[in-house]
């Protein structure tokens, strides 16, 4: 590459057999001809070698590191969302759950008469922290009575129900909820009602009651605090875009209208939260640029919304940059030195030294200029370190070559881990195997024949390659391996061919991860096919023997023995999406905090013993 180059003819090395330049004899002995120097040469090279890397990589670096700090902005205002989420549908089901109960003491038989029975009532009323009293309307609407706890202040409540609620009530069978409004307190409360009814349906009278929401506004301000940092950047809104939940009460309680806010504006299409659905915008609050995120509460036409400024979203991207942009600095600074001390002490044998590192970098291992290799001072030494380094690598680079050829192929149809134990350990590639403690996990779609029937061949392979792909992502990350895919099914285990002590734990984890992912495996595909899936999953802890199983020809790595069994049945005995954990597995999972539900004992197919089990709850 350098300029001015010295011609040259091409003579054959007898020791090397190999072409090596030498200058003509009319030129041997001339004095050098003007150009650029050597000096300058390699730092020109040095610089433009070093620098351009460097700079690409830390705008690469800048671009990556932006892209994931806005993923994980995204993935927290879901994560709010989700929480908010969960707490309005439990606080709410908690009442429709308490209604129930009021209305079995007031209609139940064998509670005594009616003064008992109001009695029982108002001691429940008592012991409740939301909801201090109900109004009880016969069929038709009409208020009968309001019963309430000692020293409350009576409640505005309506004397006789609207018709549409009244057949909302009959249709439905649910809690309903209006409106929000100013509670006897002062405080905003949600007005709800919900039908009490015989075994053959039909409506024997409806509960009213105002839930106080000042917990719930004070869990928006806590989220918007601790992930935010503004107790201003979580709220729920209904329909009409007023507030139902937010940090301050009194707004809440004022019915505040968002309608005209810039995260509303920017919605299109279908935004009257009647159905699912979710968006993120970038908008403005007055001279602040904002992110928010909202997703619908579609059972109540209610939204959750979140929203926090750009500014401290994204405050460490700015620093990051910084960052980055001085290391860019030094590293272009050290680049620079390091080439004008280069350049200083490289002479001409140098050149042999270059091509031979070109070749190098070109991935072709072949040895430096035999002049140079045969001179006694210190270049000598380094071309003939060279040379061993060449055929060194050489050597390593077949080797590698061939132990990623292995890897690849294997790892279309082994683990990593599996692969790892083949390729370090040739060895052990005999059939036979270790008796082991090891947690199985089996999954399978419920319902897959009926699917199959229903849906061209292509989209099941193509939903089950989804499947099975996040799947495997997931129990991997879990420190699991997949054993198999059978047909629909998925097995996988924990403690074998590498053990960790809380596997039982990273078994009932995947599960739980894998049934999250479900969820928006489940919105994917109904968009894309209009079909959606639900996983019975079971989970078993015991011994079984790990290792090579088939013949010398055609093997597997795999696990064997009654472990896989219960598990397997366990599976089979799971409800859609239901989790069925074995008392083996809960003892080995221990004080982890993880909340497992009693499902009784059962008999499975083939065992003379009761099997006790559990469910993960959701």
């Known amino acids: 590459m350098a300029a001015n180059p010295v011609p040259v003819v091409e003579t054959r090395s007898a020791e090397r057999g190999t072409e090596v330049p030498t200058p003509p004899p009319e030129v041997q002995g001339a004095a050098a001809p003007k150009g650029i120097s ?20 830390g705008w690469k670096m800048m671009d990556t590191n932006a892209d994931a700090l806005q993923e994980v902005v995204r993935h927290l205002h879901r994560s709010i969302v989700g929480d908010v989420q969960r707490s309005v549908r439990g606080e709410l089901l908690r009442v429709e ?18 003064a008992t029975r109001i009695g029982l009532v108002g001691t429940r009323l008592g012991a409740l922290s939301t909801i201090d009293f109900v109004t009880l309307y016969a069929p038709s609407g009409q208020s009968v009575t309001t019963l309430k706890a000692h020293e409350v202040v009576d409640p505005d409540v309506p004397a006789r129900l609207e018709p549409a609620l009244l057949q909302e ?7 309903v909820t209006r409106g929000v409004r ?11 009602f919900f039908p009490i009814t015989a075994v053959d349906g039909a409506v024997r009278g409806i509960l009213g009651t105002q839930v106080k929401l000042g917990e719930l506004c004070a869990l928006m301000g806590e989220l918007g605090e601790k992930f935010l ?14 507030l139902v939940l937010h940090a301050d009460p009194a707004r809440v309680a004022a019915r505040e209208d968002f ?3 810039g995260l509303f504006t920017a919605l299109s299409g279908d935004s009257s939260f009647n159905t699912d659905m979710v968006a993120t915008s970038d908008f403005h609050d007055g001279p602040r640029e904002m992110l928010g995120s909202l997703e619908a509460l579609s059972e109540r036409g209610w939204a959750v919304a979140v929203q926090q400024p750009q500014a401290e979203a994204y405050a460490s991207l700015s620093e990051m940059r910084k960052s980055i942009l001085t290391a860019l600095l030094v590293a272009a600074l050290v680049a620079l030195l390091d080439g004008l001390f280069l350049a200083r002490h490289l002479t001409r044998p140098i050149r042999s030294l270059v091509a031979a590192t070109r070749a190098l970098s070109e991935r072709t291992f072949r040895g430096v200029d035999a002049r140079v290799s045969r001179r006694g001072d210190e270049l000598g030494t380094l071309g003939r370190a060279f040379d061993s380094m060449a055929v060194t690598l050489d050597a390593k680079e077949r080797e590698l070559v061939a132990q990623t050829q292995v890897r690849a192929a294997l790892s279309r149809y082994l683990s990593s881990d599996v692969v790892d134990l083949v390729v370090s350990n040739p060895d052990k590639l005999r059939l036979g195997g270790e008796r082991r403690e090891v947690t199985l996990f089996f999954a399978d779609v419920v319902g897959f024949t009926r699917l199959s029937e229903s849906q061209p061949p292509e989209i099941i392979v193509a939903l089950l390659n989804e499947l099975f792909t996040f799947a495997t992502e997931i129990i991997q990350r879990r420190g699991g391996i997949i054993d198999k895919f059978i047909g629909d099914c998925i097995m996988a285990v924990w403690g074998s061919p590498q053990s960790h002590p809380d596997d039982a734990l990273r078994a009932v984890q995947a599960a739980e991860d894998l049934r999250r992912w479900l969820e928006v495996g489940n919105r994917r595909w109904r968009e894309r096919w209009g079909i959606e899936i639900q996983l019975a999953i079971g989970v078993h802890t015991g011994p079984a023997v790990a290792g090579n199983v ?7 790595y795999t696990v064997i023995g009654d472990t896989v069994n219960v598990a397997a049945r366990l599976e089979s005995m799971a409800q859609p999406g239901q989790i069925l954990v074995s008392e083996a597995t809960r003892e080995r999972i221990g004080e982890s905090g993880l909340d497992l539900v009693p499902a009784g004992e059962r008999q499975l197919h083939g065992r003379t013993a009761a099997t006790r089990i559990y469910e993960v709850p959701v």
């Open 169 to 175: 009530l009959a249709n439905g069978g649910h809690l």
């Open 259 to 261: 309608s005209k806010y």
């Open 550 to 556: 088939g013949s010398e020809k055609r093997m597997e």
């Open 229 to 242: 940092g503004s107790r201003e950047g979580v709220f729920v809104v209904d329909r009409e875009r007023r």
């Open 97 to 114: 759950r308490e209604l129930d109960g009021i209305g079995m003491i007031l209609f139940a038989p064998g509670l005594g008469d009616d």
């Open 38 to 57: 050597l000096f300058t040469r390699l730092f020109l090279i040095i610089l433009a070698c070093a620098l351009p890397p460097l700079v690409g990589l």
């Open 182 to 192: 100013v509670g006897a307190q002062g405080g905003p409360v949600l007005e709800v």
